[in-house]
Structure formats: structure tokens, C-alpha cells
Nanobody, 124 residues
Framework: QVQLVESGGGLVQAGGSLRLSCTVS????????MGWFRQVPGKAREFVTAIDWSGSKTASADSAKGRFTISSDNAKTTVYLQMYNLKPEDTAVYYC?????????????????WGQGTQVTVSS
């Protein structure tokens, strides 16, 4: 079965940078998109950014554009989220997820495999 494990979360000052990693193993399908989502207690999990199966196309939420960058190695065994100019409102648990798709879905319903999440806290 597919397993995802996030790492790299922690405490960072506002304006600072952080890089999250997601390792992928046990894939049962050939083509899939990888996405990052985040969630604050009491609120719905929200889309942040995603990369398609080929690694050639990306999509991002407005809150992430210009500050967050998603990337992967050639085999997509590791996916990264590079975050710059972090703000207190970026504080959340960040989740890595996979969707079996030839495209680049942004809806949470398309993603079926999830990591355990990693906490990112931005102090002011």
C-alpha cells in the first residue's frame, strides 16, 4: 500500500524559511499527483500546492503563490515544499497527499493517500 511520511516542520520566525519533505513508498499505480494541504484546529483542511505525475506542471493556492514552491525528485519518491517569507497565518499542520490522476487536481476529494502531518509554527 502507499505510505507517505512528512518531515521538516518546526518553529520559525516570521519572514523566515522552512523546507518540508515527504517520502513516498509502496505506490500501487503509475501516474499520480502529489499535493500539500494544511489544517488549523476547528477549520477544514485546505489546498496549498500540487505537482502532476510528470513533475512538469504545478498549481498553487493564492496564499502560496510567490512564497511556496513544490518540487520532487525524478522518481517522485520525495516531494518538497519550500516555504519563504513565512507569516503567522501560515501556522498549521501540513499534510502530504497523493491522488491517482493523469492531471493536477486541487480538490481534496481526489486525494486518497495521506501522511501523518507535520506541525509548522510561525512566531511574530
Amino acid at each position: 500500500q502507499v505510505q507517505l511520511v512528512e518531515s521538516g516542520g518546526g518553529l520559525v520566525q516570521a519572514g523566515g524559511s522552512l523546507r518540508l519533505s515527504c517520502t513516498v513508498s509502496g505506490r500501487s499505480f503509475s501516474r499520480y499527483a502529489m499535493g500539500w494541504f494544511r489544517q488549523v484546529p476547528g477549520k477544514a483542511r485546505e489546498f496549498v500546492t500540487a505537482i502532476d505525475w510528470s513533475g512538469s506542471k504545478t498549481a498553487s493556492a493564492d496564499s502560496a503563490k510567490g512564497r511556496f514552491t513544490i518540487s520532487s525528485d525524478n522518481a517522485k519518491t520525495t516531494v518538497y515544499l519550500q516555504m519563504y517569507n513565512l507569516k503567522p497565518e501560515d501556522t498549521a499542520v501540513y499534510y502530504c497527499s497523493a491522488a491517482q490522476s493523469d492531471g493536477l487536481p486541487v480538490g481534496i476529494a481526489f486525494y486518497e493517500y495521506w501522511g501523518q502531518g507535520t506541525q509548522v509554527t510561525v512566531s511574530s
